[in-house]
């Protein structure tokens, strides 16, 4: 097998020691301030700010450098109401059936149920299919790697880059998604992972009073 592998020089930026724990420190002060918001105002996000986030969630690390995502960007006010139809009848049969009483509890103090206006309200839904299969020009097919976890580092990337930017998100994942295929035409071979709701948060917005864990109880130093 034939190498196609040619190296370039790393661009990377070397800090004093005492200059990364300021950026570390910075980052995080920054990050922990970003919530799930549930209620948007009907403001617009400027189409730039999203596109360059959307650049930045494509410089995620990912297998064979497959690039395995999509991101549909919806601002089209009926393609949002049937998206929040559709995710409704999905939300309304898990909370009325398919939850355990443990889920349902477990969900209890974040005041959320089946009714998802934030859907029509915000002002883009990013809709991030995961793609199981590239192809090329001609038509071949090709297998992709580490789906899952390449998407996932970019949905990060993409939810930390608009918070960045000063835009409110929230993830949403009803189950089953498939609809999304259809109402967004996307084809059958590609798996909607998430809809990441993005736009300006009400004037009023509330959120839920929550903790996060400390650093001992999420991280092991040996």
Same mark, same amino acid.
């Given at each position: ?23 570390? +420190? ?49 601002e089209n006010a009926e393609l949002k ?48 299919? +995961? ?26 990337? +993409? ?64």
């Amino acid at each position: 097998m034939t190498s196609n592998y040619q190296p370039i020089p790393l661009d990377y930026q070397e800090y004093d020691p005492e200059v990364m724990q300021r950026r570390a +420190l910075e980052y995080y002060q920054s990050i922990k301030k970003r919530r799930s918001v549930r209620d948007f105002s009907g403001r617009k996000v400027p189409s730039g700010v999203i596109e360059n986030a959307l650049l930045a969630a494509g410089t995620a690390p990912n297998g064979a450098n497959m690039q395995p995502w999509h991101f549909v960007v919806v601002e089209n006010a009926e393609l949002k109401s049937r998206i929040r139809q559709a995710a409704e009848a999905e939300e309304r049969e898990f909370y009325q059936q398919r939850a355990s009483e443990e889920w349902l509890d477990a969900l209890a103090p974040l005041g959320t149920d089946a009714e998802k206006p934030f859907l029509e309200q915000a002002s883009h839904l990013i809709v991030i299919f +995961l793609k199981k299969f590239s192809y090329d020009a001609d038509g071949s097919k090709h297998k992709n790697y580490y789906t899952s976890e390449s998407v996932g580092i970019a949905t990060g990337f +993409l939810i930390g880059a608009l918070h960045h930017a000063g835009v409110a998100t929230l993830t949403h994942t009803p189950s089953p998604m498939k609809f999304l295929n259809e109402v967004l035409n996307r084809p059958s071979d590609e798996r909607a992972y998430m809809i990441l709701v993005a736009g300006y948060p009400e004037q009023d917005c509330m959120v839920p009073a929550i903790t996060k864990k400390p650093l001992d109880e999420i991280a092991t130093f040996y």
